[in-house]
Structures are given as C-alpha cells and as structure tokens.
C-alpha cells in the first residue's frame, strides 16, 4: 500500500508567480485535501476535492485553486504569489466510502517565495 | 466555532521522565480526536485517534483519553525516549466530510 506522495519537495518562487504543487493520494483512498501550514503554526485547511469537485473551502483567496483527476490525485494551484504565502502545504488523503480511518498526510512541499 | 487549545512549549524533559502534553477542544457534536506528530523536516504522521467519549487511543507507548465531560484529550506517556522529539499537534475533526482543525503544536525536547 503506498502512502501520499507530493511533488516538488522544495521550491523557490518569486513574488507575482504562479506555482503549482502536485499530490498522488493513497491507494484506495478518495478524497485529497491541502493543508498550508506556516512556520511555528499548526495546518491550515486550504479546501478538500472528492469526485472532482470541491467539497469545502477554507479561509483562504481565489488565487489559491485546485484540481482532482480521475485517479484521485490532485493539484494545488497558486497564482500572484505573495510572500506570506512561503509555507510547507500538506496534502492528506481520506475516504469517503467504507470505513473512516481518518486522513493519511504526504511530508510535504515546502514553498518559499522571495 | 470549532477550536483546538493545546499548551505551548517548548517542552523539554529528560529521556524516561513522564510526559503530559494537554490539549482541550471547543466543539458542536462528537468530534473525532487526533493526535499527529512531526518530526524535523517531515510531515504529519498520525499517532493516535479516539472517535468517541471515553474511548482511549494508544501507539508506541503513547495514550490519550477522550474525556467528553472536561473536552480534553491530553497525551501521556510513561517514560520518554530523546527519539521522541518532535512537534505534536492535537486535532479535530467531525468526520469524513469535514476538514481537520488543528492546535499551534507543542515542541518536545528530550535530552539524554
């Protein structure tokens, strides 16, 4: 059984860019969520994506998006990157069907934008 | 709303003493509760969980109870190893649906 992966691990971007950040969930699971989480702070919920569509929104901006494909991974998009957005983002996977047993976390993209 | 109140730190203790991480929850309903750790430069690992009052959660000698009457959900355990420094998050969550709220984390340092 593979866990969550997430893709790139580090990056560097600049201010006014867009990034995108890429998360395969774990086998048999359905539903991927992202979590953005500050230095010092605890995760935040950024939105949840199951059967393509969102299925919850945090507090946060437009400019932050998503996408889940067919397989159930999913992306994070980030466009007009500010600096404040430089954070590690989590992805978790879970299951919207049979039994819950809670949410599987990915180690992370840390972003860092300069 | 929804809310996750846990002591800060840093914790520091020496390797075998005991430990008490406290955490206490602000909730509508039965929560599900959580505890995650993070170990330096990695991601969220789940430690344990309780899915409902009364029920106490365990792994690798950590516990935590699922106290509905005092909405708390402390961790403990008996004798620390330094391998268990890390940070812990203790979180909530009203199910599938729904997303996981968590505290600020509590830095654990333990020294040999």
């Known amino acids: 059984e593979t866990g969550v992966t997430q893709s790139p691990t580090h990056l560097i971007k600049t201010r006014g860019q867009q990034v995108t950040l890429r998360c395969s969930s774990q086998s048999g699971h359905n539903t991927v969520s992202w979590y953005q989480q500050a230095l010092g702070q605890g995760p935040q919920f950024i939105f949840q994506y199951y059967r393509e569509e969102e299925n919850g929104r945090g507090n946060f901006p437009p400019r932050f998006s998503g996408l889940q494909f067919p397989n159930y991974s999913s992306e994070l998009n980030v466009n007009a990157l500010e600096l404040d957005d430089s954070a590690l983002y989590l992805c978790?996977?879970?299951?919207?069907?049979?039994?819950?047993?809670?949410?599987?976390f990915g180690s992370g993209t840390r972003l860092t934008v300069v | 709303g929804n809310s996750v109140t846990q002591m800060e730190g840093p914790v520091t203790l020496s390797e075998e003493a005991f430990l008490t991480i406290n955490c206490t929850y602000t909730?509508?309903?039965?929560?599900?509760l959580f505890w995650y750790v993070q170990y330096p430069g990695e991601g969220l690992q789940l430690l344990l969980k309780a899915t409902k009052a009364d029920d106490k959660g365990s792994n690798k000698g950590f516990e935590a109870t699922y106290r509905k009457e005092t909405t708390s959900f402390h961790l403990e355990k008996g004798s620390v190893q330094v391998s268990d420094s890390a940070v812990y998050f203790c979180?909530?969550?009203?199910?599938?649906?729904?997303?996981?709220?968590f505290g600020k984390g509590t830095r654990l340092h333990i020294l040999p």
């Open positions: 909730a509508t309903g039965y929560p599900s």
């Open positions: 979180a909530l969550s009203r199910g599938r649906d729904d997303k996981i709220i």
């Open positions: 978790a996977s879970s299951t919207m069907t049979g039994m819950f047993d809670g949410y599987t």
